[in-house]
């Protein structure tokens, strides 16, 4: 049973189309993150939301828009895609409280060519 | 604010030998730390975490790190690498409780070569 999944596994698309990527945690977990992995493979946060709530939002332009339509899943959807968003995007979750450990998806590869 | 360090994007050994991978972090809370490893195309798993217990922390596939708050350091060591050892390793920083982003340092390339 794959925890936390996430499809397309690869996503190859022209510039200015709109793509979706989905997630889904099979973990019972409150909280949901997208976090972007550049070609350096730098991490960082770009989104959460906790039981459908978006609690962090960082910088992130408003071409992109999470949506959970429950707490198990938390699907991103992006507009007018642009060469620099190629990347690989994760998914991750977690409890709010304890450790706050991170269980991530196997990553979405974007392309936009 | 927090912010995660590691020192050397490329560590390579050879196998059989010492592994040490460098990270330093700043926080202005008690931090809880993590080492995930990333193999070609896959996704994250996490190695270990340090979250306030005991300082020498003990992980998967023989890794372990330490907690010195005094050197604000988490370095991740082997005793002995092995060649299915070689991936991207990422250390990152978060607070304890609510809903808290993981900081992440920029990774460290382990190569190991026969």
């Known amino acids: 049973d794959t925890a936390v999944s996430q499809t397309p596994k690869y996503l190859v698309t022209q510039m200015g189309n709109d793509k979706s990527i989905k997630c889904e945690q099979n973990?019972?977990?409150?909280?949901m993150y997208w976090y972007k992995q550049d070609s350096k493979k730098f991490l960082k946060i770009m989104f959460s939301y906790n039981n459908k709530e978006l609690i962090i939002n960082e910088t992130v332009p408003n071409r992109f828009s999470p949506k959970s339509p429950d707490k198990a899943h938390l699907n991103l959807h992006i507009n007018s895609l642009e060469l620099g968003d190629s990347a690989v995007y994760f998914c991750?979750?977690?409890?709010?409280?304890?450790?706050?450990?991170?269980?991530f998806g196997p990553g979405t590869r974007l392309t936009v060519l | 604010a927090q912010s995660v360090t590691q020192l050397g994007s490329h560590v390579s050994v050879s196998e059989g030998a010492l592994v040490l991978l460098r990270c330093n972090y700043s926080s202005s809370v008690p931090p809880y730390l993590f080492w995930y490893v990333q193999y070609p195309n896959q996704g994250l798993q996490l190695l270990l975490k340090y979250t306030s217990a005991a300082t020498l922390v003990k992980g998967i596939n023989g890794f372990e790190a330490e907690f010195k708050k005094s050197e604000t350091s988490f370095h991740l060591t082997k005793p002995s690498a092995h060649m299915s050892d070689a991936a991207e390793y990422f250390c990152?920083?978060?607070?304890?409780?609510?809903?808290?982003?993981?900081?992440f340092g920029a990774g460290t390339r382990l190569a190991v070569h026969p």
């Open positions: 990152a920083v978060t607070k304890a409780g609510g809903y808290n982003k993981l900081i």
């Open positions: 973990l019972g977990h409150d909280t």
């Open positions: 991750a979750s977690s409890q709010p409280t304890g450790t706050n450990e991170q269980f």
